[in-house]
């Protein structure tokens, strides 16, 4: 690695953040529909070459802060100890570290504009959609290539889980968030929806009395 290799880094990092950090403020004061990839290249001084070189769409600069954490958690599991855990508790431990890694308040504050941009942006919940499954397809690599799992539903079902649990935590964060969001609120949450997932298995389907 030449000297300058880390300062070029970091200002691929720079350039990369304004463009979240704009394209998260525009989308949120004009509408997604309303802000064309010209303008947000603009805003920021790139050219359209530049902003493809770090993502492929106005979608996926939008869920940046989300899909950061996620890409955050399958680093965590490439190097996770499994020490004879549950799976599903591995996998919760690398989601709470990778949340660690990325949640200061800046983070929390994007990531919260992004859950909100994609509730009301068609597009971009079909991204997330196309993003979730991408990411359980690379979850199972991992495991099934580190660990000794079975060949069947259950390492796929206890992925499922955690994503479901993450689901609940961030929808019930986003809905009580106030205008500083907390990123330890969330990995509270998250905590707290995992820790349910075996009683919810269990819960009895007995008609009202």
Known sequence: MTAGSPL????????????????????????????????????????KRTFFRYFASKEDVAMAPLEDMWRAFLEGLETADPDGRP????????????????ADDAWAGRAL???????QTPSMDAHTLHFCDSTMRAVLEILHRRLDLPDDARPRLAGDMLVAAWRYALDGWAAGARDRPDG???????????????GSLHLTAAPRG
């Open 8 to 47: 070029r880094e970091r200002k691929k990092q720079r350039t990369r953040q304004a463009l979240i950090d704009a394209a998260l403020t525009l989308f949120g004061s004009r509408g997604f529909g309303g802000v064309t990839l010209d303008e947000l290249c603009d805003e920021v001084e790139v050219s």
């Open 113 to 119: 504009l992004s859950y909100r941009l994609s509730r």
């Open 87 to 102: 799976l599903l508790e591995l996998m919760e431990a690398a989601l709470l570290a990778a949340l660690d890694q990325v």
């Open 184 to 198: 330890r609120e969330l990995a509270a949450r998250v905590r707290d929806a995992v820790a349910a997932l075996p």
